[in-house]
C-alpha cells in the first residue's frame, strides 16, 4: 500500500483514500494507530456519505476510541451504514440490539440486522461473522420467531 499516495489523495478530498488511510490510523495498517487522523479522516468520508467510513468511525464513537463514548451516535452512523448495506454495519448492530456489546437489547432489531446481514452471505466470504448471524437467525426460528427472507 502506497501511504504517500493515499495522503496526497486524502488531502485532496478523495472519499476512497480518506477511508482507506483513516482506516489504516485506526488499526495501525502501514502506520502508528492515531485514533485523532482516524477520526479527522472518517468524519470527512463520512459527511459524505460513505459507508465504510461511517461503519469505522461508528466503532471510534462505539469503543471510546480517542473520543468519549457515544453508544447513541453509534448507532445512529452503523444504522446509516447498515442501511446502505454495509455488511460490517449489520452485524454490529446485530451484536449491539442482542445485547452482547451495549445493554440495548432489543431482540427483533437484532433479529433484522443478522438477517439483512445474512442475505449477503453469497456475496461475503465465509467468516465468522456469517457463522455468528447464521446461529443467531437459526436460533431465532427454533424459537419460533417469524424471520424474513
Given at each position: ?63 471510546g ?13 452503523y ?16 451484536r ?44 431465532a ?9
Open positions: 500500500m502506497n501511504i504517500d499516495k493515499l495522503r496526497n489523495e486524502a488531502a485532496n478530498g478523495q472519499v476512497a483514500a480518506q477511508t482507506i488511510l483513516g482506516i489504516c490510523h485506526l488499526d495501525g495498517y502501514e502506520v502508528e494507530v492515531n485514533y485523532q487522523e482516524a477520526f479527522r479522516l472518517l468524519s470527512a468520508a463520512s459527511a459524505r456519505g460513505v459507508p465504510r467510513a461511517m461503519t469505522n468511525l461508528a466503532r471510534i464513537y462505539s469503543e476510541l480517542g473520543v468519549a463514548k457515544d453508544p447513541s451516535e453509534a448507532i445512529r452512523l444504522e446509516r451504514a447498515a442501511k446502505a448495506g454495509e455488511f460490517d454495519a449489520q452485524i454490529a448492530l446485530g449491539i440490539y442482542s445485547g452482547k456489546v451495549e445493554a440495548l437489547a432489543n431482540l427483533d432489531e437484532s433479529l433484522v440486522w443478522y438477517s439483512r446481514a445474512l442475505a449477503q452471505a453469497d456475496n461475503v466470504a465465509e467468516c465468522q461473522e456469517i457463522q455468528e448471524a447464521r446461529a443467531y437467525v437459526e436460533a426460528r427454533s424459537a419460533g420467531h417469524h424471520v424474513e427472507g
